[in-house]
T-cell receptor, first 111, second 120 residues
Framework: GEDVEQSLFLSVREGDSSVINCTYT??????LYWYKQEPGAGLQLLTY?????DMKQDQRLTVLLNKKDKHLSLRIADTQTGDSAIYFC???????????FGQGTELSVKP | GAVVSQHPSRVICKSGTSVKIECRSL??????MFWYRQFPKKSLMLMAT?????????EQGVEKDKFLINHASLTLSTLTVTSAHPEDSSFYIC????????????????FGPGTRLTVL
């Protein structure tokens, strides 16, 4: 089945940029998503990218998609302490509408 | 827009009792809702897909008689954990799929805030 991989931890200083990476294996997804989860909360949809796009920018967030390498990234500019959370990439990958998630990257922002 | 609520947010119950969790899409109609379980520091595990007016589709290894799902309307799905045991303690999250394309992305899943279940 589809495998979605993320690094588990990322630590940055406040004001720096954060880059969270995600790779997938077998197939493509029409849309790829980034969700944010704060402690004890549900998942908040941050942004998404359509599979025929290479890049999407939304305020401090930039999503890059490299379909050849099956690599997705989320860049957060000017990272703030409020950005500390777990970030999940996800796609449907021809799984009948079911979302397949990565393991989540825990972002820690130090003042 | 695209708000999903869950109730209750937190529940503590005794072993052997049943607990019902509600998932509502507040400003859109959701023909499909999903139920996930999340263990601490782990990713989400899909338990079942709930379709309005029909039986839920359970993932492999999930006991359908233990986790009863009802999707009676386009805005409400319920998960009942029957005869709960301490090993059922977990964070349960639902999501609802907006198939209208209203938000600009068809089939995007919007998540509820989760329900923390503790079984004593």
């Amino acid at each position: 089945g589809e495998d979605v991989e993320q690094s588990l931890f990322l630590s940055v200083r406040e004001g720096d940029s954060s880059v969270i990476n995600c790779t997938y294996t077998d197939s493509s997804s029409t849309y790829l998503y980034w969700y944010k989860q704060e402690p004890g909360a549900g998942l908040q949809l941050l942004t998404y990218i359509f599979s025929n796009m290479d890049m999407k920018q939304d305020q401090r967030l930039t999503v890059l998609l490299n379909k050849k390498d099956k690599h997705l990234s989320l860049r957060i500019a000017d990272t703030q302490t409020g950005d500390s959370a777990i970030y999940f990439c996800a796609g449907t990958f021809n799984q009948g509408g079911k979302l397949i998630f990565g393991q989540g990257t825990e972002l820690s922002v130090k003042p | 827009g695209a708000v999903v609520s869950q109730h209750p947010s937190r529940v503590i119950c005794k072993s052997g009792t049943s607990v019902k969790i509600e998932c509502r899409s507040l400003d859109f109609q959701a023909t499909t809702m999903f139920w996930y379980r999340q263990f601490p520091k782990k990713s989400l595990m899909l338990m079942a897909t709930s379709n309005e007016g029909s039986k839920a589709t359970y993932e492999q290894g999930v006991e359908k008689d233990k986790f009863l799902i009802n999707h009676a309307s386009l805005t409400l799905s319920t998960l009942t954990v029957t005869s709960a045991h301490p090993e059922d303690s977990s964070f349960y999250i639902c999501s609802a799929r907006d198939g209208s394309g209203r938000a600009g992305v068809t089939d995007t899943q919007y998540f509820g805030p989760g329900t923390r279940l503790t079984v004593l």
